[in-house]
T-cell receptor, first 111, second 108 residues
Framework: GAGVSQSPSNKVTEKGKDVELRCDPISGHTALYWYRQSLGQGLEFLIYFQGNSAPDKSGLPSDRFSAERTGGSVSTLTIQRTQQEDSAVYLC?????????FGPGTRLTVL | GIQVEQSPPDLILQEGANSTLRCNFSDSVNNLQWFHQNPWGQLINLFYIPSGTKQNGRLSATTVATERYSLLYISSSQTTDSGVYFCVVPFGNEKLTFGTGTRLTIIP
């Protein structure tokens, strides 16, 4: 079946601009996660959605970062006033139980 | 938070060789996954293995939860096995803590 999809696959933006990254989870998966991976590093947790519960935002690095999940499915991660240190690969994962499945990621480059 | 350490950090092998990757974690867990991140960055699920042993083709994994470690075995390695292998455990609400990873390079 279809896996987790993310768009765009690559995004280049100028410092100070806002960006939106999209994640389509696997159908039927109630949990959705956002992570980011800086060059050569492991993944850093950002935010977690589970069903209709309030999201766990404990990993968001600053108030420039926000995320929504509409209708319990698609999620959008928004970064306002992007900075060069925001450059990374942003990965989305979804799960139905405990095993998480990852999308291909969005590579964000802030010039 | 929970600490996850993987060893070795880097491993270079000739095609056809076998290898064992180790993951130590600092606290008890009820969930452990192994991922392979290929050279294109895609994270591929290998095993969901909170305890016991599983096998999938040339790969197998064993988790001894009481002793807080997991092992990933790769037999008859191929160049397509190259990449970074991550051991991943949850903390709070199933957020994942990634280990430091083992970078595996298979030489033809």
């Amino acid at each position: 079946g279809a896996g987790v999809s993310q768009s765009p696959s690559n995004k280049v933006t100028e410092k100070g601009k806002d960006v939106e990254l999209r994640c389509d989870p696997i159908s039927g998966h109630t949990a959705l996660y956002w992570y980011r991976q800086s060059l050569g590093q492991g993944l850093e947790f950002l935010i977690y959605f589970q069903g209709n519960s309030a999201p766990d935002k404990s990993g968001l690095p600053s108030d420039r970062f926000s995320a929504e999940r509409t209708g319990g499915s698609v999620s959008t991660l928004t970064i306002q006033r992007t900075q060069q240190e925001d450059s990374a690969v942003y990965l989305c994962a979804s799960s139905r139980s405990r095993e998480q499945f990852f999308g291909p990621g969005t590579r964000l480059t802030v010039l | 938070g929970i600490q996850v350490e993987q060893s070795p950090p880097d491993l270079i092998l000739q095609e056809g060789a076998n290898s064992t990757l180790r993951c130590n974690f600092s606290d008890s867990v009820n969930n452990l996954q192994w991922f392979h991140q290929n050279p294109w960055g895609q994270l591929i699920n290998l095993f969901y293995i909170p305890s016991g042993t599983k096998q999938n083709g040339r790969l197998s994994a064993t988790t001894v939860a009481t002793e807080r470690y997991s092992l990933l075995y790769i037999s008859s390695s191929q160049t397509t096995d190259s990449g970074v292998y991550f051991c991943v455990v949850p903390f709070g609400n199933e957020k994942l803590t990634f280990g430091t990873g083992t970078r595996l390079t298979i030489i033809p």
